[in-house]
């Protein structure tokens, strides 16, 4: 069993559908992420959560929802989204928000039509 | 300004050789981390090597080295007897602003260097 869980791994939506990525992690680290991976651009970091309190929220449109009811699970709401939301999103986990490595799950790869 | 920079979108390495993937990084801050991550095809980040500011060895783990010189900022992966399944994306990444006392930032990733291993 993978430490950082991500379903589903593939996702098609339209621009008017309402869906939600989903992420777990078996770890027991404090701290969990959404990263966004456009192509031919870095690793971009949406949400940070830690002790399922949000502590940063880099400036993402609010079509981008993130819910994180304890600290192994991670959610991240899409309504309304637009075809250049299609990306790699990536999810990942940290014991802490310092000198720790983090933990990806293999991602859910979006295409919004 | 670029935190992160790696400067080779892609290389290429002959199975068994060694290969240096280069990094350099930027900050002001004198307590960060340094790290290196693997994306396969499949999409899964994996990490591989974690250098500290304050280390003052090299990191190394199995067949991967990271040549840490800090006064350069620079924070390159070297992989040792390239296997055809070191195929993949490389990316470096840093976390700064370490100590105790500040808050920690995200990790911030580089562009990522494409290695492909040849038979």
């Known amino acids: 069993e993978t430490g950082v869980t991500q379903t589903p791994r593939h996702l098609v939506m339209g621009m008017t559908n309402k869906k939600s990525l989903k992420c777990e992690q078996h770890?027991?680290?404090?701290?969990m992420y959404w990263y966004k991976q456009s192509a031919k651009k870095p690793l971009e970091l949406m949400f940070v959560y830690n002790f399922k309190e949000q502590t940063e929220n880099n400036s993402v449109p609010s079509r981008f929802s993130p819910e994180c009811p304890n600290s192994s699970h991670l959610f991240l709401h899409l309504h309304t989204l637009q075809p250049e939301d299609s990306a790699l999103y990536l999810c990942a986990s940290s014991q802490g928000l310092k000198n720790t490595e983090a933990f990806f799950g293999q991602g859910t790869r979006l295409t919004v039509v | 300004a670029q935190k992160i920079t790696q400067t080779q979108p892609g290389m290429f390495v002959q199975e068994k050789e060694a290969v240096t993937l280069d990094c350099t990084y930027d900050t002001s801050d004198q307590s960060y981390g340094l790290f290196w991550y693997k994306q396969p095809s499949s999409g899964e980040m994996i990490f591989l090597i974690y250098q500290g500011s304050y280390d003052e060895q090299n990191a190394t783990e199995g067949r991967y080295s990271l040549n840490f010189q800090k006064a350069r900022k620079s924070a390159n992966l070297v992989i040792s007897a390239s296997q055809l399944g070191d195929s993949a994306m490389y990316f470096c990444?840093?976390?700064?602003?370490?100590?105790?006392?500040?808050?920690?930032?995200?990790?911030?990733f580089g562009s990522g260097t494409q290695l492909t291993v040849l038979p």
């Open positions: 770890l027991g680290h404090n701290a």
């Open positions: 990444a840093m976390r700064e602003r370490l100590i105790s006392s500040g808050s920690a930032r995200q990790l911030t």
